[in-house]
């Protein structure tokens, strides 16, 4: 089945405490990003990628770290989380970024105490 | 750098009325206008997308259109159903670039 998959679906951390939430896609797919989506301010765009170690910033990157290595996998780093980085993060995937659709991961919801 | 204005925020319609969603964007280079869907606690879904090589684009219940000249483009439901009630997201990028998406807007639909 073709998926975008995150995980963890939920995770509690303190402050300072580094964390990785990880991100792959099985349909081979050139274009992934990261996206956080805080109440009334929709989904904004953290950073993304148009290919392996190709990878450039959204609107919103300070705080956070990416790496593509790999086609499939962008994971999402957070060196020293802080509170006002609680929110919903979600993956997405795209077919070559020129434009097509994007697919979706489940989501994780994070809270840094 | 791209912004896109999305309202309203919140729209209430009677099932089986029609609702209008409008996106305005800033950046003329921007070429691709899709719309997502997101239920209550699901991940956002793509529902319509239109180029900027075209005015208007139609799939049953749901259509789209875009003025390029004024920048906007908006998201029409006719006949809409109780399975229509979620978070609708607008969003414009120009390729290869990030993707700037509009607030969204919860709609209600009542019956």
């Known amino acids: 089945e073709a998926q975008v998959t995150q995980n963890p679906r939920y995770l509690i951390t303190v402050t300072g405490k580094k964390l990785t939430v990880t991100c792959s896609q099985n349909?081979?797919?050139?274009?992934m990003s990261w996206y956080r989506q805080d109440p009334g301010l929709g989904l904004r765009q953290i950073y993304y990628?148009?290919?392996?170690?190709?990878?450039d910033k959204g609107d919103v990157p300070e705080g956070y770290k990416v790496s593509r290595k790999e086609k499939r996998n962008f994971p999402l780093i957070l060196e020293s989380p802080s509170p006002n980085q609680t929110s919903l993060y979600f993956c997405?995937?795209?077919?070559?970024?020129?434009?097509?659709?994007?697919?979706f991961g489940q989501g994780t919801r994070l809270t840094v105490v | 750098g791209e912004n896109v204005e999305q309202h309203p925020s919140t729209l209430s319609v009677q099932e089986g009325d029609s609702a209008v969603i409008k996106c305005t964007y800033s950046?003329?280079?921007?070429?691709?206008f899709p719309w997502y869907k997101q239920e209550l606690g699901k991940r956002p879904q793509l529902i319509i997308d239109?180029?900027?090589?075209?005015g208007e684009k139609k799939d049953q219940r749901i259509a789209v259109t875009l003025n390029k000249t004024a920048k906007h483009f908006s998201l029409h439901i006719t006949e809409t159903q109780p399975e229509d009630s979620a978070v609708y997201f607008c969003?414009?990028?120009?390729?290869?670039?990030?993707?700037?998406f509009g607030k969204g807007t919860r709609l209600h639909i009542l019956p």
């Open positions: 997405a995937s795209s077919l070559d970024g020129l434009n097509t659709e994007a697919f």
């Open positions: 349909m081979n797919h050139e274009y």
């Open positions: 990628s148009m290919n392996v170690e190709v990878t």
């Open positions: 950046d003329s280079a921007s070429n691709y």
């Open positions: 239109i180029r900027s090589n075209v």
């Open positions: 969003a414009a990028t120009k390729g290869g670039d990030k993707i700037i």
